[in-house]
């Protein structure tokens, strides 16, 4: 049974709604002011809030910005109920963060509407989180244990031949073998890493992050080009075009964008074809693009990008844990820009991020 909170001052129509909701078969909580509403909601968490605005004590307003700052209430359904149907008063409730408003007086009829198309909105919001949750820990119980242990594997063994059997290697097979190990060890660090950056990224709040400054996104893009493509042996497919300008972001974040992407183009795609890279400042936007003639990614999982998630890992023997995509995505979110991935209609893919306003200046 779906519980639903009435926060009316004038009693008769308070008592009015309860009747009709109850009726309908809702569980129904009633309050008389904003103040005892938000104790009302706190202890008992409804799943759909119907409030008047102009009330003594605390307005709806009030309630609102109170409920939607809170961090186990701000996602409850909120409908305002009031006599005032001006534009202007729609708007501040929208803006606030309202899903919907009634003008009073309304009928049953428009009452029970906006309460089940509300209630039903809200279902499908939390099944479908449930289900991407769902689908993160499969991901995470099935592949992360995988990609934890080949490298480590690979440590282990190494390392207890040489503790146990010095004596059985020669001087030539020493450096493969040390070679081995630093690759394993190398993966292993990078894959704790993102993880690591992956869960910074789900704590931070981008109104709380603090403004950086970057002047030199151009030698960034250079330096982290250059590692990656010697790391994958393809430095004769890199291909670098880059403008001058500023980034309103952190040195790390903004390397790990260009380390990622550019990792991921050269990974999914064939030795001996280009992997670009381009930055251009145009009218106060910085905007990265990285284009690769690999395999690209299907249209359906383009839209599904998420933590842990390998596309069509049953054809493609991938390394890596599946988080490069989505800390970039991550990242740019934060800093309030624009990610954008497509498929070329000649082959490959081709990923763009625009950092724009606040965050990015011309030179």
Do not use: W
Not at 203 to 230: G, M, R, T, W, Y
Not at 266 to 284: A, E, I, M
Request: hydrophobic share 40%; with cysteine.
């Amino acid at each position: 049974m779906k519980k639903i909170l009435v926060i009316e001052d004038e009693s008769s129509l308070r008592k009015g709604i309860c009747d009709v909701l109850g009726f309908e078969g809702y569980e129904v909580i009633e309050a008389e002011n904003g103040i005892y509403g938000y104790q009302m909601t706190l202890q008992n968490m409804p799943d759909l809030i119907l409030c008047d605005i102009m009330m003594p004590e605390m307005d709806g307003y009030e309630l609102l910005k109170l409920v939607r700052e809170n961090e186990t209430t701000k996602l409850i359904p909120f409908v305002f109920l009031s006599a005032m149907a001006e534009r202007a008063d729609v708007r501040v409730g929208m803006e606030l963060g309202s899903d919907d408003y009634i003008s009073k007086p309304f009928t049953r009829d428009e009452l029970i509407k906006v309460v089940e198309a509300r209630i039903k909105k809200s279902v499908a919001i939390k099944e479908h989180a449930e289900i991407a949750l769902t689908e993160l820990r499969k991901n995470i119980i099935t592949r992360l244990p995988h990609e934890l242990r080949t490298p480590l594997n690979g440590i282990l063994g190494y390392g207890q031949m040489l503790k146990d059997y010095p004596e059985s290697f020669t001087q030539e097979e020493l450096p493969k073998i040390g070679s081995d190990i630093y690759l394993s060890a190398v993966r292993l660090f990078r894959l704790i890493e993102n993880y690591l950056i992956y869960a910074r990224l789900e704590l931070a709040k981008a109104d709380h992050i603090v403004q950086f400054v970057l002047s030199n996104p151009d030698e960034i893009c250079k330096k982290e080009a250059f590692k990656v493509a010697k790391n994958h042996n393809r430095l004769i497919d890199l291909e670098l075009t880059t403008m001058k300008g500023i980034v309103y972001m952190p040195q790390l974040d903004f390397a790990k964008i260009v380390e990622e992407l550019l990792d991921n183009a050269f990974k999914f795609s064939p030795v001996g074809t280009q992997v670009s890279l381009n930055t251009r400042v145009d009218n106060g936007t910085f905007t990265l693009t990285v284009r690769d003639h690999g395999m690209g990614i299907t249209a359906a999982n383009i839209q599904k990008i998420e933590a842990y998630m390998q596309f069509d890992r049953n054809i493609y023997e991938q390394q890596g844990s599946g988080l490069g995509l989505i800390i970039v995505k991550r990242i740019v979110e934060l800093y309030k820009g624009n990610f954008k991935i497509e498929n070329m209609e000649d082959g490959g893919l081709i990923v763009t991020i625009e950092l724009s306003g606040k965050e990015i200046s011309q030179l």
